[in-house]
């Protein structure tokens, strides 16, 4: 399963004026290099899915997004690397017809996805027992992998971002969509660490869902960086993260990533972490959703996300 995996994933040191003004050490784990599509996350989340998936002895994964998902992307093109037929369910009936435009849906239909594109109403109810009923009768007997892909097995996944090298960390940051990545770092991470987590969305109900897959309690929500809420950008942003890029040579994704960095950046400068502290933050992936974002910023006339 998923054999293109073979070496460690880097941790890369970030070298920053701020940084060495506190004596604050900054690294980068890499988990975008896993894959340009499969990429952070979404790999470690799908992982022990589709191999339930096959012991199940299913050959179809269904999966739901919007039309920007990294999970989408990811899930079109697992199922490609690893033999199985793919359904995308899609929030916005608009969409259809206009794959070729976006980004995200045309690489998942080169992949081979199907989609099955359904109304904003549609898709709040997208987990009741009639709604799976319906579509089970109108595909085939499919394993489901719930939205954003987080459930036990993804949390799974996602404990084995950490190795025994990274306890050298005070801090580990992640960006935090539904909470399943999280979860699955405070597993892994040692009591003695302090994870933080930097919600992309705005809302109230991460705590509860991070609670029930977690086995500790050294994590912390930092809710001052979501922009606006989910996938929402200001000038502000998008010129952080060029400065970044041009500054370390990372390249951080608008929706996740660049937020988390913003925030870890700007905690720094407000003196919250102590000098001498060693911050480990998780490049979480998510690049494919640039191009997608770009056309957006094009149009509302904001500069574009240097790729
Ligand atoms: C999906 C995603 C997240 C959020 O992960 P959750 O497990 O849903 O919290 C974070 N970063 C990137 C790049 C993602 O694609």
Redesign the pocket.
């Known amino acids: 399963m998923f054999d293109f995996l073979t070496e460690e994933i880097p941790n890369q040191e970030i070298e920053l004026p701020a940084l060495a003004q506190r004596n604050i050490r900054l690294s980068v784990k890499r988990e975008d290099r896993i894959h340009p599509y499969i990429s952070?996350?979404?790999y470690r989340?799908l992982k022990y899915n589709l191999l339930e998936a096959r012991k199940l002895g299913k050959d179809h994964l269904l999966s739901f997004g919007g039309a920007y998902s990294?999970?989408i992307a990811a899930v079109a093109a697992a199922g490609k690397e690893e033999g199985f037929r793919t359904t995308g369910v899609i929030r916005g009936e608009e969409l259809e017809g206009k794959i070729e435009e976006n980004p995200t849906l045309s690489y998942a239909a080169s992949c081979g996805m199907k989609f099955k594109f359904i109304s904003r109403t549609a898709y709040r109810d997208k987990t009741s027992d009639k709604f799976l009923q319906a579509l089970r009768a109108e595909t085939d007997d499919f394993f489901l992998i719930p939205e954003?892909g987080?459930n036990e097995l993804a949390v799974k996944g996602c404990e084995e971002i950490l190795t025994e090298k990274d306890a050298q960390f005070n801090y580990i940051c992640s960006?935090?969509?539904?909470?399943?990545?999280?979860a699955g770092l405070i597993n892994c991470s040692k009591l003695s660490q302090q994870v933080l987590g930097f919600p992309?969305l705005k809302g109230s109900f991460l705590q509860e869902d991070i609670r029930k897959f977690a086995s500790k309690d050294n994590w912390k929500l930092i809710d001052s960086y979501h922009f606006g809420g989910y996938a929402k950008v200001n000038t502000d942003l998008v010129q952080f993260m060029n400065d970044f890029k041009t500054a370390t040579g990372i390249l951080l994704?608008p929706v996740?990533?660049g937020k988390m960095m913003y925030g870890i950046l700007d905690l720094v400068k407000e003196g919250y972490f102590k000098e001498g502290s060693r911050i480990l933050a998780i490049h979480?992936?998510?690049i494919q959703g640039i191009p997608g974002m770009n056309s957006q910023l094009v149009k509302r006339g904001l500069p574009i996300i240097e790729i």
């Open positions: 952070g996350n979404k989340k990294n999970h954003g987080t960006s935090i969509g539904t909470g399943g990545t999280i992309a994704d996740y990533t979480t992936g998510g």
